[in-house]
Each structure stands twice: as structure tokens, then as C-alpha cells.
């Protein structure tokens, strides 16, 4: 069976202790919150297939709870490739993609094809040229529009609509701080990043002055559409969170048309296990797990899932030539120093 976890060292798990504890694990995954009930149990039925069938006992492991870093943030400095879980699933993240670890799950020559990608995916270049990275899914981050507070005024309709003065106070995105006192604990870094990749630092100050605040994506999905002052015009979402919206008479789920901003939600394979974990791969691949991705507005990226996108969906996101020249979690911080430079009222966690 799988087990969730919430640190690498928890009490529950005392195994996971050890150094080499991560090792012995077959698959250590993360996924997004409102998915790991469903991933987890899939994953579960999947082990009993695979044991009912007499095949080979996989241990697995699922985060659990809030945690994301712990053990993740650990991988990285390990040089010995057999103290590493066979397989790694995780959204792209900085620790995910740092070389030293990116560099013990290189494809080797009996690497099985990737499923073909959805036209949206494809175009948008999500598959990893090193092979390394392999996309099975991806957050789409989409706007949540207030038609009634627009006022008159065009919605947005690409990215750069966003930077127009005349919204000014008027979008709101992830974010969260226990009180207007004290720093930013978390927000949407990619967010920031993207924007500044694509519109510069005078971009990225334009966005800074058109927003009001930020808060979690939960509280702005169901106050959206109410006259509520933490929410504006537009909130920027998870595809989710935007659906989830209770007021759907006032609100409109809008894909900006130059492409919905992507996270992809992939995975890193040692060579040596592709045998070995055939099941896991076909599992995360496969119809099972891909319809609860897309009903979750999770959408996998397979062509076999045609219909998880809307019609004429774009993608777009910073893309694998910036991940594989650039420091990641630099790059992303420094668009985050700008942003909150810029905004002046809101904070950032150091």
C-alpha cells in the first residue's frame, strides 16, 4: 500500500528516518491538495493489480496534509543514485529540476515512448527535450472575471490586458499571510515569474499596480461574484478553484486567449526501474487517474484525453530552455522582490 507523509523524519514513519531510507521507496510523490485523496487511492487500487497478479511488491510513498518540501528538498545533494526513490512525482518545482538530482534520472536506452501529447500541450512545448521531466498533467491558471464590476470596461483578453491602468486595485491572486502585519508566508511565485519573463520589469511593476491583494485561491473562488472588497474585477486561478465559483450568474471562467499559464505535473524515472515500475508509469498515464485529473480541471496532457481542454484551449508558460539555463528558485525569487517592490503595500516572506 501507499503511505502519506508528512516530514521525512514523522514519528509514523521511523523507516524514513534513516539515510537511506528514501532508497528504499519505489515512488515518492506530491501532489496539488485537491488531488491526493484521489491519486492516492488509484495508486492503491494500481498495487493491488499488481500484487493480486503476483507481481513484484512496490512501496510507495504520497505527501500528505500541507507539507511540500520535506523530503524533496533533500534529493538534490545526494551523489549516490541508490539512496533515491526509483520515481518521483511532483509538480515542476525548483528542487525538482536541479541538475545534480535531474542528473541521476536521464533517460536511458531502454526508455519506453511518452504517450502523444494533446495538440494544446504539444504546442506549447511541455515535453522536456532531455526527456527527463515527463509531463502527465498540468495546472492551468485562468482568470475568474466579475462582469458586474467591470463596469463598462472590455474584459481582458490576453495576458498583457492585465498591465492596463484601468485596472487598477482591480485583480487579485494567490497569496497568504495570517494578518496585513506581517510578510506574505506564500503566494504565486510562477505567477510572477512568468510575467516577468515575458513583460520585464516595467510589466511586472504595471501588474503590481493593478493589484489589489492577495489571498488564498479558496476564499477569492467563493467570494468572486459577491460585493465583498477582498476580491476585484478579475482573480487570476487555478482552473479549479475559477470553476468552483458559487455565483456563476455574475461570473465568467475566462481562458486568456494567448494560453492559459501551465504548471506541469510530471515525473522523474530512474533507468534502471522502467521495467520494474511498468504499472506505475502505465497508472499515471492511464485512464483511470486521467479522468479524475480532468474532472478535477487538473487536465492530463495525453492526445487520448482530447476532451479535458476546451475547445481551442492555448498554453503557455516560461518553457524548458529557461528551466535548463536558468536558476529556477533565483529567477523566481527575484521576480518576486520585484513585484512586491513595485506594489509597495504588500510584503514579501523572507
Same mark, same amino acid.
Given at each position: 500500500? *501507499? *503511505?502519506?507523509? &508528512? $516530514?521525512?523524519?514523522?514519528?509514523? &514513519?521511523?523507516?524514513? !528516518?534513516?539515510?537511506?531510507?528514501?532508497?528504499?521507496?519505489?515512488?515518492?510523490?506530491?501532489?496539488?491538495?485537491?488531488?491526493?485523496?484521489?491519486? #492516492?487511492?488509484?495508486?492503491?487500487?494500481?498495487?493491488?493489480?499488481?500484487?493480486? +497478479?503476483?507481481?513484484?511488491?512496490?512501496?510507495?510513498?504520497?505527501?500528505?496534509?500541507?507539507?511540500?518540501? !520535506?523530503?524533496?528538498?533533500?534529493?538534490?545533494?545526494?551523489?549516490?543514485?541508490?539512496?533515491?526513490?526509483?520515481?518521483?512525482? !511532483?509538480?515542476?518545482?525548483?528542487?525538482?529540476? +536541479?541538475?545534480?538530482?535531474?542528473?541521476?534520472? =536521464?533517460?536511458?536506452?531502454?526508455?519506453?515512448?511518452?504517450?502523444?501529447?494533446?495538440?494544446?500541450? +504539444?504546442?506549447?512545448?511541455?515535453?522536456?527535450?532531455?526527456?527527463?521531466?515527463?509531463?502527465?498533467?498540468?495546472?492551468?491558471?485562468?482568470?475568474?472575471?466579475?462582469?458586474?464590476?467591470? #463596469?463598462?470596461?472590455?474584459?481582458?483578453?490576453?495576458?498583457?490586458?492585465?498591465?492596463?491602468?484601468?485596472?487598477?486595485?482591480?485583480?487579485?491572486?494567490?497569496?497568504?499571510?495570517?494578518?496585513?502585519?506581517?510578510?506574505?508566508?506564500?503566494?504565486? +511565485?510562477?505567477?510572477?515569474?512568468?510575467?516577468?519573463?515575458?513583460?520585464?520589469?516595467?510589466?511586472?511593476?504595471?501588474?503590481? =499596480?493593478?493589484?489589489? &491583494?492577495?489571498?488564498?485561491?479558496?476564499?477569492?473562488? *467563493?467570494?468572486?461574484? !459577491?460585493?465583498?472588497?477582498?476580491?476585484?474585477?478579475?482573480?487570476?486561478?487555478?482552473?479549479?478553484q475559477a470553476e468552483l465559483c458559487p455565483r456563476r450568474e455574475r461570473t465568467s471562467v475566462v481562458w486568456p486567449e494567448d494560453g492559459a499559464l501551465a504548471m506541469p505535473i510530471g515525473?522523474?524515472l530512474k533507468p534502471d526501474c522502467e521495467e520494474r515500475l511498468a504499472p506505475l508509469i502505465d497508472y499515471l498515464h492511464g485512464a483511470q487517474l486521467g479522468a479524475v485529473l480532468a474532472?478535477?480541471?487538473?487536465?492530463? $496532457?495525453?492526445?487520448?484525453?482530447?476532451?479535458?481542454?476546451?475547445?481551442?484551449?492555448?498554453? #503557455?508558460?516560461?518553457?524548458? =530552455?529557461?528551466?535548463? $539555463?536558468?536558476?529556477?528558485?533565483?529567477?523566481?525569487?527575484?521576480?518576486?522582490?520585484?513585484?512586491?517592490?513595485?506594489?509597495?503595500?504588500?510584503?514579501?516572506?523572507?
Amino acid at each position: 500500500m *501507499t *503511505t502519506p507523509l &508528512h $516530514t521525512s523524519a514523522d514519528a509514523g &514513519h521511523p523507516a524514513l !528516518s534513516a539515510p537511506d531510507a528514501l532508497g528504499t521507496l519505489d515512488l515518492l510523490g506530491r501532489m496539488p491538495i485537491p488531488l491526493r485523496r484521489a491519486f #492516492k487511492a488509484g495508486l492503491d487500487q494500481t498495487l493491488a493489480v499488481q500484487r493480486a +497478479a503476483g507481481g513484484a511488491a512496490l512501496n510507495c510513498c504520497c505527501l500528505g496534509g500541507g507539507e511540500w518540501y !520535506s523530503p524533496f528538498d533533500s534529493l538534490a545533494t545526494e551523489r549516490d543514485p541508490a539512496r533515491l526513490p526509483g520515481l518521483l512525482v !511532483s509538480t515542476i518545482y525548483q528542487d525538482i529540476l +536541479a541538475p545534480s538530482l535531474l542528473a541521476h534520472y =536521464a533517460p536511458g536506452p531502454a526508455a519506453r515512448p511518452l504517450p502523444e501529447l494533446h495538440p494544446a500541450c +504539444a504546442a506549447a512545448g511541455l515535453a522536456d527535450p532531455l526527456g527527463a521531466f515527463r509531463v502527465f498533467a498540468t495546472i492551468p491558471f485562468v482568470w475568474l472575471i466579475d462582469r458586474r464590476r467591470l #463596469k463598462g470596461r472590455r474584459p481582458p483578453r490576453v495576458w498583457s490586458d492585465l498591465l492596463d491602468p484601468q485596472w487598477a486595485g482591480e485583480i487579485v491572486f494567490g497569496g497568504w499571510r495570517p494578518n496585513p502585519q506581517v510578510a506574505y508566508q506564500d503566494y504565486n +511565485a510562477y505567477l510572477l515569474l512568468a510575467l516577468y519573463l515575458e513583460f520585464g520589469q516595467s510589466g511586472l511593476a504595471a501588474f503590481a =499596480a493593478n493589484v489589489r &491583494h492577495l489571498q488564498h485561491n479558496v476564499r477569492t473562488a *467563493t467570494q468572486a461574484g !459577491s460585493n465583498s472588497p477582498d476580491v476585484g474585477a478579475i482573480a487570476v486561478l487555478p482552473w479549479l478553484q475559477a470553476e468552483l465559483c458559487p455565483r456563476r450568474e455574475r461570473t465568467s471562467v475566462v481562458w486568456p486567449e494567448d494560453g492559459a499559464l501551465a504548471m506541469p505535473i510530471g515525473y522523474l524515472l530512474k533507468p534502471d526501474c522502467e521495467e520494474r515500475l511498468a504499472p506505475l508509469i502505465d497508472y499515471l498515464h492511464g485512464a483511470q487517474l486521467g479522468a479524475v485529473l480532468a474532472r478535477n480541471c487538473y487536465p492530463p $496532457t495525453g492526445a487520448a484525453h482530447a476532451r479535458a481542454f476546451p475547445p481551442g484551449a492555448r498554453l #503557455k508558460w516560461p518553457g524548458w =530552455a529557461f528551466f535548463h $539555463t536558468h536558476d529556477f528558485a533565483a529567477e523566481q525569487r527575484r521576480a518576486a522582490e520585484l513585484f512586491f517592490a513595485a506594489q509597495g503595500g504588500l510584503r514579501l516572506c523572507n
